[in-house]
Nanobody, 122 residues
């Protein structure tokens, strides 16, 4: 129902654009978040975007390097990541929730997709 894609191997300083496609039932009216999980670490918030795309929220650690957007005509959410660093290596997940509250909290999301691996080499 949620599927993240676009990951891969990139050199430090490079860019990637991740995509998350959903079924219409989940997408319509849902706010979307991006999270990541590195080996041995907890899943952490990256960014979120409201259903209409008029509000966004970013992790302080990644603000300025990532941009979240969405195309509601395509039921797709994007995460543009620039100036990637080896510490950005993780599995990236997209998730959906119906309310725009506590968007950085993992437990608040109702639906999760399979992640996409991002590996940044030094």
């Amino acid at each position: 129902q949620l599927q993240a894609s676009g990951g891969g191997l990139v050199q430090a300083g490079g860019s990637l654009r991740l995509s998350c496609t959903t079924t219409g039932r989940i997408y319509n009216g849902y706010h979307m978040g991006w999270f990541r999980q590195a080996p041995g670490k907890e899943r952490e918030f990256v960014a979120a975007i409201s259903y209409r795309g008029d509000d966004t929220n970013y992790s302080d650690a990644l603000k300025g390097r990532v941009t979240v957007s969405r195309d509601n005509a395509k039921n797709t959410v994007y995460l543009q990541m620039n100036n990637l660093k080896p510490d950005d290596t993780a599995v990236y997940y997209c998730a959906a929730k119906p309310s725009w509250t506590s968007v950085s909290v993992v437990a608040n999301y109702d639906y999760w997709g399979r992640g996409t691996q991002v590996t940044v080499s030094s």
